[in-house]
């Protein structure tokens, strides 16, 4: 098939465009670079020896979108292309409600349009809020507490009613839980901007002597050793869950988790990080973190039934990979 990937550029874009070219996809990206490189683009051929068109643009802009699809004869599309920096959204909320909810809107408009009948959308497990733990796919969604997490939300809701107005539009909204990892190459994975506000990329910078220690937010919580629990994913699975979700992508909406199942406290990834890399992480106990949920993990079953896919590599495999970008990366 010809996928359009939107914000393929992307941390976990980029991975799924690799395991797209590997599977016999071919792939148009268009992304905006508002949050990647143009080299990560060189980097996806390069793994996979395979070409890609990339379009710079902003896939809020209806002309150029509309564009791309003249260009090619699409067959589907992964919209990854968003804004995700949690505490950015409450400072920017209209960036956020523009950015992620125009965009979703053109795109679909493109798709009926042009007879585009795939559709698979990056959703969250912060749509969940802080519900019941394993999370199932059919738990009635809580709020969550920021404008980020509403986009996700409203998209899913948004594409829902588009699917239900029209038949033949097949839509599958995947739930990522914690992505973290790396591709093995080490040529691609997460560069966050700035003071990364997430726990693996914060571990691999300490561990790297860029930050002095790790602060862990709070030690009080009702889970195995008072450490927050979350359902850390190796990339490189999450990009083969994308593949599944698009090769079995029929009529209709389908929502999946794409998580492990299992779930890791902050002390526990601290360990599994020392002891993949023979590395110390020093690290101290602060206050919680305001906005953070106690555990956050998956049941997974739906994804293994239905699209006969499991995230393979555990966490000692995601702390190595990551690390071995963060050791590659040249800042
Ligand atoms: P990322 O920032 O690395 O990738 C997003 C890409 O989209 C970037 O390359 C950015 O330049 C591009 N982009 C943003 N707005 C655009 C626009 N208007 N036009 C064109 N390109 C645009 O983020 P990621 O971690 O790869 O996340 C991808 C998607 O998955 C996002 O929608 C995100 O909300 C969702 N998601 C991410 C996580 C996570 O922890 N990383 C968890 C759940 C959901
Ligand atoms: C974050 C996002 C969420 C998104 C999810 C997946 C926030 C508030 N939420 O959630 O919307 O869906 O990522 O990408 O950013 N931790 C520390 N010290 C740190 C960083 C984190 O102890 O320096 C702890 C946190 O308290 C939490 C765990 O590590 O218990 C994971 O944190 P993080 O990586 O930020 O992910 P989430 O909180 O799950």
Not at 8 to 24: D, F, M, P, Q, R
Not at 39 to 59: C, G, P, R
Not at 96 to 123: D, G, Q, R
Request: aromatic letters at 8%; hydrophobic letters at 40%; a negative charge.
């Amino acid at each position: 098939m010809n996928i359009l990937v939107t914000g393929g550029a992307g941390y976990i874009g980029s991975h799924t465009c690799v395991a797209l070219l590997e599977a016999g996809h071919s792939v148009s990206i268009a992304d905006n670079l508002c949050n990647s490189k143009r080299e990560t683009v060189d980097k996806v051929k390069l793994i996979a020896n395979k070409e890609v068109t990339f379009y710079e643009m902003d896939v809020t802009n209806a002309e150029a979108v509309d564009v791309v699809f003249q260009n090619h004869k699409i067959d589907g599309v992964i919209h990854f292309a968003g804004l995700k920096a949690v505490g950015e959204s409450v400072e920017l909320p209209l960036d956020y409600y523009y950015n992620n909810i125009v965009s979703t809107l053109i795109l679909a408009k493109a798709c009926l349009k042009y007879s585009v009948n795939k559709f698979v959308f990056s959703s969250s497990a912060t749509v969940y809020g802080d519900n019941t733990v394993p999370f199932v796919e059919t738990l009635n969604l809580l709020p969550t507490t920021n404008p980020y997490g509403e986009t996700k939300a409203m998209c899913e809701r948004i594409l829902t009613d588009i699917a239900k107005a029209n038949p033949s539009f097949s839509v599958s909204i995947l739930r990522y839980f914690n992505p973290v990892g790396a591709h093995e190459s080490g040529f691609i994975g997460e560069a966050p901007n700035g003071i990364p506000n997430n726990l693996m990329p914060y571990v691999t910078q300490v561990a790297k002597g860029k930050l002095k220690r790790l602060r862990v937010f709070g030690n009080d919580y009702p889970t195995v050793d008072g450490t927050g629990v979350r359902d850390y994913i190796h990339v490189v699975d999450l990009a083969e869950g994308h593949v599944a979700a698009l090769d079995h992508l029929t009529e209709g909406v389908h929502i999946y988790n794409l998580g492990t199942g299992q779930g890791t406290s902050v002390l526990e990834l601290v360990n599994a990080f020392e002891t993949a890399n023979d590395i110390n992480v020093p690290y101290e106990i602060v206050d919680r973190r305001p906005g953070d949920i106690a555990s956050c993990y998956a049941d997974a079953s739906k994804a293994k039934r239905e699209l006969g896919w499991t995230a393979k590599r555990d966490i000692i495999a995601m702390c190595r990979d990551s690390w071995r970008f963060e050791t590659n990366s040249k800042e």
